[in-house]
């Protein structure tokens, strides 16, 4: 991996499903991450989500997302802001011609995108508009496309389990960066048992570890893989 492009629905999706490979080669891999929707107007009525109060609640997260990514030493990104919770309502095509853009400007040889394994809906719409703008025929070539879990999401779909492939080995300062990256999303924590915690970080970082015969694992799914 030298540049890769991290594909999130919302803001934090990209820490939960990455924030351990993010903290393991930030000195050595080119990130770029993109936030298709905003993360926060599915709490609302549609008729509200124009009103200014949720514009501004629109623009905490997204800060949330930019300190976070700061400390992986980040900075390249961009929110999109689509509406949450409502991304089956946008023509896919449209969301295709946002990660195709971004193919073409970033040209990166590796991809991060949602598994379709899960619960929340605008997960699976980026997961099925990722395959589609990445398809082997694209105009711009990507040879590795993996899909990342998401706590909260990913282990609450019961009928149809995450099944990783591959596993990167973390170590507890990665772990711990994780965990500090997330806990910028002040309005997103909550106190373990709730997966989005300390806790729950370091539980799954601790059980991917155990799944692969390691301490610590963060866990993917290889979708493709195409070496030239």
């Given at each position: ?89 946008v023509p ?10 971004e193919i ?42 993996y899909a ?81």
């Amino acid at each position: 991996m030298k540049r890769v492009l991290i594909i999130a629905a919302h803001p934090d999706d990209d820490v939960l499903g990455c924030g351990g490979i993010m903290a393991k080669y930030k000195e050595d891999v080119e990130f770029r991450v993109i936030f298709i929707a905003e993360g926060s107007t599915c709490r609302f009525n549609f008729k509200d989500i124009n009103n200014t109060e949720v514009k501004e609640v629109i623009d905490i997260r997204n800060n949330f997302g930019i300190e976070a990514l700061a400390l992986f030493g980040i900075e390249k990104y961009n929110f999109y802001n689509l509406p949450c919770g409502r991304l089956d309502q946008v023509p896919i095509l449209d969301i295709n011609k946002i990660i195709e853009s971004e193919i073409r400007n970033f040209l990166p040889d590796t991809i991060f995108t949602h598994s379709d394994k899960d619960a929340n809906n605008d997960h699976s719409v980026v997961h099925r508009s990722t395959l589609m703008a990445t398809r082997p025929g694209a105009s711009i070539f990507v040879g590795k496309v993996y899909a990342y879990e998401v706590l909260s999401s990913s282990e609450w779909r019961f009928t149809e389990a995450f099944m990783p492939n591959y596993f990167e080995v973390l170590n507890q300062n990665e772990v711990d960066l994780k965990w500090k990256a997330l806990a910028a999303y002040e309005s997103e924590i909550k106190p373990f048992p709730y997966p989005r915690s300390e806790e729950g970080i370091h539980t799954l970082a601790k059980f991917r570890g155990l799944q692969s015969g390691v301490g610590y694992a963060e866990a993917f799914e290889l979708i493709r893989e195409i070496n030239e």
